[in-house]
């Protein structure tokens, strides 16, 4: 086991060592503080909710809680988010990359530090702000991550690099959300925000190190990967990437697959808020239950990075390795469903969250490798920034109605459009599982005659 541990995580050279650990420290950080960030930000939206209505549109809504509002709150960050987008896309053209970090790294590090006071006395802008701010950082910082990753590490060295630096990610969120489950209790929330204010300080001069210590003028000396799709002609950004996936079934077959997972997995996280509002106490009892799930999801993540994602992907391919988590997800719901339980809740979060962050990231991202640069870049950018958050916006969609007519106990029925769903998704990775082998089979054959 651990000569097996060592091929997969320390088959790194010895000039790449310090690189690599800096990069996965990064990653570890940028995880860690996320899972700082989740539980208190639910749990502020669950306490401000659980002694008032919830209202919208100037409507108070009896039926609606804290769960609800957490629905609302998922449309508002997509709003949000895409202006993020448009932010991002403006400093790219206009900074260097590790400048662009150091901007967001002191937006963000000035903003969790104003919200380190403000949330002394709960009020509903702050709730609401602070809840977006939270999938904000994530977006921001995950897609700051692997632009600067992409763009230092050279294709050939991510085959050696990227295990032990996606490791650093797993353990981060084990990390964060394990000391807000020990701490919030005994510290309260502030300190835990300071805390994170520091780690993103320190993000800002682990980016200066590693930029300084890597040549960003270096030349991609692989072929790029033959490719099916027509490439779109130059045209408006925001439409470029939709044009490309929307000329290849493979690229579809991937869209399909995250944006149903993305509903399914808004439908799980309502059922398991909804679950841990009516089985547990209120205040940072909330903070502590979702802490203590987060802490179970990343133990798991860990065990599964290690042992399983490597072992799978090699012996069984791509196409089984994505079938982990909506086979996991699908035996979950179908137990939730039968035994509406807070525990069966538990289980299904994990399960999607912990396979999600380890094997199916993995196995997911694997998809784009045998396909042209366009692919990967627009095609991706398309997908993960506006497929996943309109799939987001379809299960708040969901699970909002079910609130508004089936009431709390409605929940469980959710699971059976996660039935319906995951059948399809699992039809979807079967073909993508197919289309990949044959690719990649292709790319291989071109690479040896060049």
Known sequence: MIERLKDEFFDIRREEWPTALALSFFFFLVIAVFWVFKPIKRGLMLTFYDDRAFRLFGFYIEAFGGAEAEQVG???????????????TILVRRFERQQVIYIFCALLAGATMVFSVSITQLDAPTVWSFYVFGDVFNSIMVASFWAFTNDVIRPQQSKRL????????????????????????????????????????????????VNKREDSGRENSEREAPDAEARAPSTNAAFEGAKI???????????GIIGLYEIVSNIVDYQLAKAIEM????????????????????????GVQLFVTSFVMKRFGVGTALLFLPV????????????PLLGMAVF????DNSLNYSINQSAKEALYTPTSRDAK??????????????????????????????????????????????????????????????????????????
């Open 74 to 88: 998922k449309t508002l960050n997509m709003i949000v988010v895409y202006s993020v987008v448009v932010l991002f």
């Open 162 to 209: 990227y295990g032990l630096i996606g490791l650093g990610g797993v353990l981060g969120g084990l990390v964060g959300a394990t000391y807000v489950s020990a701490q919030v209790d005994v510290i309260g929330r502030q300190p835990l925000l300071w805390v994170a204010a520091l780690a993103i300080v320190v993000i800002a001069a682990i980016t200066y190190y």
């Open 245 to 255: 996936v929307f000329q290849s079934k493979y690229l579809l077959a991937i869209l």
């Open 279 to 302: 089985a547990v106490a209120s205040g940072v009892n909330y903070d502590a239950a979702f802490g203590f799930v987060g802490v179970l999801t990343n133990v798991v993540s860990v």
């Open 328 to 339: 996991a997800i699908l035996l979950g719901s179908v137990g939730y469903l039968a035994v």
């Open 348 to 351: 299904m979060s994990v399960s």
């Open 377 to 450: 870049y627009k095609a991706k950018a398309f997908i993960d920034m506006f497929v996943q958050r309109f799939a987001k916006v379809v299960a708040v969609g969901l699970n909002l109605t079910f609130a508004a007519f089936v009431g709390a106990a409605g929940a469980r029925w959710l699971s059976v459009a996660s039935i319906a769903v995951l059948i399809v998704w699992i039809t979807l990775v079967r073909f993508a599982g197919e289309r990949f082998t044959e690719r990649a089979e292709e790319t291989s054959s071109v690479q040896a005659v060049s």
